[in-house]
């Protein structure tokens, strides 16, 4: 599209890092907190983008390291499952679709 004489587009960008505030316990958790299979690798990567100006012994960056390694796991899993009774893996069935893997326990990526 072009703009007209004399005005500029609208750029989305980011202020600098010297800017921008610090990120709290609370924003990772806001991020993770409603983490499913499905955007779990979309989460990590917004995690990792909002604590990677902070340094590796920051409490915060150790605690977002964390929630990324579950959001890991839970890329391979069927839900979070923090709460509540696991169905069995000796349920009828189990061996060929298990119906549960918890981000605790994630299934394996398929290699075939």
Aim: proline content about 14%; glycine content about 4%; aromatic content about 4%.
């Amino acid at each position: 599209m072009t703009e007209p004489a004399g005005h500029e587009p609208t750029r989305a960008s980011e202020p600098p890092p010297e800017v921008r505030v610090e990120p709290t316990i609370d924003d990772v958790d806001e991020l993770v907190g409603p983490a499913t299979p499905h955007f779990a690798m979309q989460l990590r990567a917004r995690v990792r983008a909002l604590v990677r100006d902070l340094p590796e012994e920051h409490p915060v960056r150790r605690y977002a390291e964390e929630k990324i390694e579950l959001l890991e796991r839970l890329a391979f899993a069927t839900s979070k499952a923090e709460e509540g009774p696991l169905e069995p893996a000796t349920r009828l069935g189990w061996e060929e679709l298990p119906s549960h893997a918890p981000a605790s326990d994630p299934q394996q990526p398929r290699t075939d």
